[in-house]
């Protein structure tokens, strides 16, 4: 669940409301004269960041090395749903975006570690000497029925399954077919031409 904003000292949300419902009267003006959607001014834009920024200084949130990528995501999904801020059912336009904040700070999360999972993976899988898996079970010491993969990440088998089955990577044999099919029309050519009988033994070898 998505923290309660019960402190918001640092942004007011009267002031954070009025401007919202402004800026909702400036968008639908701009949509009757069929002009571009303007861009949020610059007090939202200042609030989105503040929010940003002081959510990612929770505990659950502050040791991540992509908290830079977190906070634009939450800015970017903060602008471009400003619009879907009801002032009719909420006088609270604070917790609304930290809660556009909060999923976005996960959707970040999940997003990098799946790339880091497939990275590990293809490390693995260009591991012959097998160190790199020796290091996992050395290194974290998973149940037998576990992969060391979910310590890693500290996400569940339910989603690294998931990672899977949606990020199969292509082992190298099916990279070789590819190559195999693409040289075989060259060699149908080759027979389909008139070749003389005395080299046509010739071109067999060296087809060979």
Same mark, same amino acid.
């Given at each position: 669940m998505p923290p309660k904003a019960k402190n918001a000292h640092?942004?007011?949300?009267? $002031?954070?409301?009025? /401007?919202?419902?402004?800026?909702?009267r400036q968008v639908k003006a701009a949509e009757k004269e069929g002009n571009t959607k303007p861009g949020v001014n610059n007090y939202i834009g200042k609030c989105f960041m503040d929010i940003a920024e002081n959510l990612?200084?929770?505990?659950?949130?502050?040791?991540?090395?992509?908290? /830079? /990528?977190?906070?634009g995501d939450a800015v970017e999904n903060c602008i471009m749903y400003t619009t879907n801020f009801n002032p009719r059912k909420s006088k609270n336009p604070f917790s609304f975006f930290t809660q556009i904040t909060f999923y976005a700070f996960l959707r970040r999360i999940q997003k990098e570690k799946k790339q880091l999972y497939?990275?590990?993976?293809?490390?693995?899988e260009n591991d012959p000497t097998g160190k790199f898996r020796n290091w996992l079970k050395d290194k974290f010491e998973p149940q037998p029925e576990r992969n060391p993969f979910s310590d890693i990440l500290e996400i569940s088998p339910e989603e690294l399954q998931n990672f899977e089955t949606k990020n199969k990577i292509k082992p190298k044999k099916v990279v070789a077919e590819k190559i195999k099919k693409v040289k075989k029309p060259k060699k149908e050519v080759?027979?389909?031409?008139?070749?003389?009988k005395?080299?046509?033994?010739?071109?067999?070898?060296? $087809?060979k």
């Open positions: 640092y942004i007011d949300n009267k $002031l954070f409301l009025k /401007e919202i419902i402004l800026y909702k990612a200084k929770k505990p659950n949130f502050t040791n991540y090395p992509f908290k /830079e /990528e977190m906070m497939i990275k590990m993976k293809q490390f693995e080759l027979k389909k031409d008139k070749v003389p005395k080299e046509k033994s010739r071109l067999d070898i060296f $087809l």
